[in-house]
């Protein structure tokens, strides 16, 4: 099994709706995560951190649930801006962080 | 306000090789990391640093050599090259001494190897 798993997508949705990525991690003892997004060709950029108890940033929710080990990323009213590969981004143990394969998103007009 | 700095952006070698990709980072930042970015394996981590002096292996580091002389600087090295090195290449850094702060990264390289 991957220590870091996501479905590559790509995931197809017009402007304007709601789509959610999820991410499974192997390692319980896994402290910290992370969503980062990549636009093609462009080095990777944190999107936003992950918190126990959820958090949102705007049009973005994360949410981390340990018992089954995943993370997930909300997108609502999403915009043609919005298109890019979203990697979940996962800490194993201290000081390496290791990246998923990321999930590919295309919004549309 | 440079931030990640990596050179080159593109580079053919042939097989046996060696070269250097340059990282430098001027934020003082503790943490530098090495990435490789192939189709449909993800960010993988080759080697990282959690401070000057000190070093340690990542998923992927057959091949590669790093050193951490300076907190500024943490170049890559590639002792003979081979096709599967064949990648395009990030390197990432973070305030904090360890993994849990936000990675900046540099615009990366991009590497063939004939």
């Known amino acids: ?109 | 306000n440079a931030g990640v700095t990596q050179t080159p952006k593109f580079q053919v070698l042939k097989t046996g090789q060696s070269m250097t990709l340059q990282c430098a980072q001027d934020m003082n930042h503790e943490y530098m990391s090495w990435y490789r970015q192939d189709p449909g394996m993800g960010l993988r981590l080759i080697h990282y640093s959690v401070g000057a002096g000190i070093t340690d292996q990542g998923e992927v580091p057959n091949g590669y050599n790093v050193s951490r002389s300076t907190t500024e600087d943490f170049p890559l090295r590639l002792l003979s090259a081979a096709p599967s090195q064949t990648s395009v290449y990030f390197c990432a850094s973070s305030y904090g001494g360890d993994s849990n702060e936000k990675l900046f990264f540099g615009s990366g390289t991009q590497l063939s190897v004939l």
């Open chain 1, 1 to 109: 099994r991957k220590e870091v798993e996501q479905d590559p997508g790509p995931f197809n949705v017009p402007e304007g709706a709601t789509v959610a990525f999820n991410c499974t991690y192997s390692n319980s003892a896994s402290q910290s995560f992370f969503w980062y997004r990549q636009d093609c060709r462009k080095e990777p950029k944190l999107l936003m951190s992950v918190y126990s108890s959820g958090n949102e940033d705007g049009r973005f929710t994360a949410q981390l649930n340990r018992a089954s080990q995943y993370i997930s990323l909300l997108i609502r009213d999403s915009k043609l801006s919005d298109s890019a590969t979203y990697l979940c981004v996962v800490n194993l143990v201290t000081d390496k962080l290791i990246f998923g394969t990321g999930t590919r998103l295309q919004v549309f007009p």
